[in-house]
């Protein structure tokens, strides 16, 4: 059985995407089966895993037509890594959920039938807390709060942590906050030491790994190729495998992992052919 994380905030351009699929491609490295799911109609992880979403299928597909998701899931170049694709007919999504039956559970329905088949599921949500934000934590069993730190930051996660919390009492009640990272990290400036030690304060189940700015994870995506096939040295790559690193430690102690060796050697790149859906 599977974990489910939303990757979430809905404040633009935190990071959430880059942690969606770089700490994807660091659990599938060390040999876990992730499966990440493109919820934001940008499609941001589809094309930063070099991925080509399908109109007629997908996601869109799987909530609004009720089609199984399985059809939709692809490997990448990464072994272990697959991805629900989407496209920007996702955004369509967002309007027509609106008069569905049990609108809010149809993401929580199509995942459910492929939980028995990976180790973590990692959602990408859009910048929004519209249908789609809310279709994910519905879904999800945690979340993970990509944040900058700027001054805004604790605003933003005070706003975030209240609709967590009333996803948690009307749709959800299992839903924890497994952790707010701080990305973006640039360590010469006060505000950032400043907002972090806030942030700390008053967010105890934030992460001890600090994403920090790296010009490396900025460009993967451009490559259609996540941090550990771009360059795998780079402080980037090491700091989303620390994450992962603590990640697999916060999840084992609730034995919601499967057991992994601490550093796995890097898994080979597998052809598509050879591998099957969740093998
Ligand atoms: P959106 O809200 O639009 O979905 P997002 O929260 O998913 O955005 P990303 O797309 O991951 O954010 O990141 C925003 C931009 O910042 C991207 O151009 C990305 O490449 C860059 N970026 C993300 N993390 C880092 C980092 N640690 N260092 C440098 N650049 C980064
Ligand atoms: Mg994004």
């Known amino acids: 059985m599977s974990v489910c994380i939303a990757v979430t905030n809905p404040t633009g351009g935190v990071g959430k995407t880059t942690t969606t ?9 060390r040999g876990l089966r992730v499966l990440i799911v493109d919820a934001d109609p940008q499609a941001n992880a589809t094309s930063a895993l070099g991925v ?9 597909a799987a909530l609004i037509e009720e089609e199984p998701l399985e059809r939709s899931v692809e490997l990448t170049a990464t072994a272990n890594l697959w991805i629900v694709p989407t496209t920007p007919a996702l955004a369509g999504a967002e309007v027509e959920l609106v008069t569905v039956m049990a609108r809010e559970f149809r993401m929580k329905r199509a995942i ?13 949500c859009p910048p929004s807390l519209g249908l789609l934000t809310v279709n994910a934590l519905a879904a999800a069993d945690e979340v993970i709060i990509p944040v900058q730190a700027e001054y805004f930051a604790i605003e933003g996660l005070g706003h975030l942590s209240k609709t967590v919390e009333m996803i948690r009492r009307n749709l959800n009640p299992q839903l924890a906050i497994r952790g707010v990272l701080l990305t973006m990290y640039d360590s010469r400036t006060n505000l950032a030491r400043e907002v972090e030690q806030e942030v700390r304060t008053h967010f105890p189940a934030t992460f001890r790994t600090v994403i920090p700015r790296s010009v490396r994870l900025a460009e993967a995506p451009s490559h259609g190729e996540p941090i550990t096939a771009y360059d795998s040295s780079s402080t980037g790559a090491k700091a989303y495998e620390e994450l992962a690193n603590e990640l697999i430690e916060r999840l084992r102690e609730r034995e919601l992992l499967p057991a992994v060796a601490p550093m796995r050697a890097r898994a080979a790149v597998a052809p598509a052919s050879e591998v099957a859906h969740g093998a």
């Open 21 to 29: 699929v770089s700490l994807g491609a660091s659990l599938a490295v």
């Open 52 to 60: 080509k979403g399908r109109d007629e299928a997908g996601l869109y």
């Open 112 to 124: 459910e039938t492929l939980r028995t088949q990976y180790d973590v599921i990692l959602m990408d």
